[in-house]
């Protein structure tokens, strides 16, 4: 099972949007697929139209004392399934913190759900917290949205260096990190030169581009993906082709073309 997080540590770039959609491809690709919403705001688990409420709250998923199969929901579409959010993940890092190896137990209790899934996205809340220590740890990669700005490129630059000290060489060597734009506005000169430019200087971004649109804000009124009610506008378009270089990034990652 691969691992692929949403993340980012700043708040507002189209993580979640991002989990959603990128979700639905792999899933119409073939894979079988799970995205775990852990934000506490729940909006990955609204647009699938689940309620947001796990029996027994993020304290007993985060301590092994709930199995995870169990709380899983299906969706509307086949081959995707959603451990929905719940209020109380707000608590997360408490919960982690009375754990032996914190950073690692998210790992520990996701391993079981390699044999019923082949992708898992992690909709994953903007901070730099425990939770996200164990994050690290326990993904494949992050796909890490940014929006071409001063401010969004500069906590992706935050983002490299706490992983450069804090993870060690050998997990640092194995967590692949994608920065791709996104939530880009071309009738805005910063953007356009930012886009130009590839982003940081020594920074490598995904070639897929993923516009402003409001045809993504659309998902809140329809509650879906944009390649399910939208699948010929540019949006959709673009998140297909996150996926396919996503998937031509991460060993161990196939899925059928759509």
């Known amino acids: 099972m691969i691992i692929l997080a949403t993340y980012s ?32 705001q729940g ?12 029996s027994g709250g993020g304290k007993r998923l985060i301590r092994g004392k709930s199995v ?15 451990l929905p959010a719940d209020f109380s993940y707000r608590h997360l890092d ?42 690290f740890i326990a993904a494949d990669a992050l796909l890490v949205p940014t929006i071409p700005t001063t401010l969004s490129l500069r906590t992706l630059e935050q983002l490299r260096a706490h992983l450069d000290a804090q993870l060690k060489r050998k997990e640092r060597r194995r ?3 994608l920065p791709f734009f996104c939530m880009v506005d071309r009738r805005k000169k910063l953007h356009r030169e930012v886009c130009a430019l590839g982003g940081a200087e020594g920074e490598t971004f995904l070639e897929t581009v993923i516009p ?20 010929w506008s540019p949006p959709a378009r673009a998140y297909l082709e996150l996926w396919r270089e ?13």
């Not at 995870?68 to 959603?82: G, K, N, P």
């Open 212 to 231: 402003y649109s409001s045809i993504v804000e659309q998902m809140g009124p329809r509650r879906a993906p944009v390649p399910f009610f939208a699948p």
């Open 43 to 54: 909006a990955a688990t609204f647009y699938y139209r689940i309620e947001a409420e796990v």
């Open 94 to 135: 408490l919960a982690l913190d009375g754990t032996k190896k914190p950073t690692r137990q998210l790992a520990r209790i996701l391993q079981p759900l390699a044999e019923s899934y082949d992708v898992l996205f992690l909709d994953c809340a903007p901070n730099i917290s425990l939770v996200s220590e164990a994050l």
């Open 9 to 40: 540590i700043k708040g507002g770039v189209g993580k979640t949007s991002t989990a959603v959609n990128l979700a639905y491809l792999a899933a119409q690709s073939g894979a079988r697929t799970l995205l775990w919403d852990m934000d506490p």
């Open 68 to 82: 995870l199969d169990e709380l899983v929901r299906a969706t509307d579409f086949e081959r995707l399934h959603l």
């Open 175 to 177: 967590l692949r990190v």
């Open 246 to 258: 996503v998937t031509a990034q991460v060993p161990g990652l196939r899925a059928q073309e759509i």
